[in-house]
């Protein structure tokens, strides 16, 4: 894992707490970021890890990747790597409207 994987997935953490709408906003700013290094020519920083996600195959409380906006049909994900249940679950879930 780089270091800006590790240093996003420890700012995400903090965040947890905040509401929905602060977490979005710096999700939205590093998937905005990856998209502006790509578009620089750069290369995008790789996906984080099901690990540093603590992803798990399996709802939490009720809440699933298939609710999730970074949810990607049919098993992907915008922000975790690897293949991604629609019954799955990780820390970075984020409700959709
Ligand atoms: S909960 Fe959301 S962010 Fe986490 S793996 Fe599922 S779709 Fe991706």
Avoid: N
């Avoid at 984080?48 to 990747?65: F, L, T, V």
């Avoid at 019954?87 to 984020?94: I, L, M, S």
């Amino acid at each position: 894992m780089t270091g800006l994987v590790k240093g996003f997935a420890a700012a995400l953490g903090e965040r947890r707490a905040a509401c929905r709408t602060t977490r979005r906003g710096l999700l939205g700013g590093f998937v905005g970021l990856a998209l502006g290094a790509s578009a620089r020519g750069r290369a995008r920083p790789p996906p984080i890890s099901q690990q540093a996600a603590q992803y798990q195959p399996s709802p939490h409380d009720g809440m699933s990747c298939a609710m999730c906006t970074f949810f990607r049909p049919p098993a992907a994900c915008a922000v975790v790597a690897g293949a991604i249940s629609p019954r799955g679950w990780c820390k970075f879930f984020d409700l959709s409207d």
